[in-house]
């Protein structure tokens, strides 16, 4: 990954942050003054730089949900994906329109 991201931090503990804050508080993190261990913060940063559906070029059709076959060498016919196939959880949206 190539990313670019700001984090702060400030002596204190998590106790500091159930007094009131001002919005330029809201992105600092708290550390003990002793350690910083910035694990979960780099954690969270790839987690949200990682495409939410990674392909292997822009024109990549992907794989089947279902069966796992490569779509770009043309349909697979599990009807694992496209209109053929929906999940019973979401039916009623499936002709859900906003007006």
């Not at 159930?18 to 987690?47: C, M």
């Not at 694992?80 to 007006?99: I, P, S, T, Y």
Request: with cysteine; charged share 30%; glycine share 8%.
């Amino acid at each position: 990954f190539d990313s670019v991201f700001n984090v702060f931090y400030a002596k204190g503990d998590e106790t500091e942050r159930d007094k009131e804050v001002k919005p330029s508080e809201i992105d600092v993190n708290y550390f003990d003054g002793v350690s910083l261990d910035t694990t979960e913060i780099i954690l969270a940063q790839i987690s949200l730089d990682a495409p939410m559906k990674p392909l292997c070029r822009e024109d990549c059709a992907g794989l089947c949900p279902r069966c796992g076959a490569d779509l770009n060498n043309g349909p697979c016919g599990c009807a694992g994906h496209g209109d053929e196939h929906v999940d019973a959880r979401f039916a009623k949206l499936k002709d859900f329109k906003v007006k």
